[in-house]
């Protein structure tokens, strides 16, 4: 389910970047790049809305999200170790020093 998932998506990707007259390899590069589904979609919405006429615009937008995808996760890992790191220091080591 997921891999036609990805394969639909990159598939309307390069469709949506040929309609504007880039070649199909450029979609395939982008779609390869972004990785997922979410990405893809959100890399069309944008050629949909704005219809860029220059590659540059194309691949900076690529990169703009490339860059708010790295930012979320970069954001969720320091969430996710301030949560372990409040957990130590409220409930301490787990150590057997009870004897």
């Not at 997921?2 to 970047?17: C, F, H, Y």
């Not at 395939?28 to 959100?42: H, T, V, Y």
């Amino acid at each position: 389910m997921e891999r036609s998932e990805w394969t639909r998506a990159k598939d309307m990707l390069v469709r949506s970047i040929r309609d504007l007259g880039f070649p199909e390899e450029l979609g395939d590069e982008i779609a390869k790049n972004l990785g997922s589904p979410k990405a893809m979609k959100r890399m069309q919405a944008y050629l949909l809305n704005v219809k860029p006429r220059k590659i540059e615009l194309v691949v900076d937008e690529m990169l703009a999200i490339k860059s708010d995808i790295d930012n979320w996760r970069e954001k969720k890992a320091a969430e996710e170790a301030n949560e372990k790191y409040n957990e130590l220091l409220y409930y301490g080591l787990d150590t057997d020093d009870d004897e």
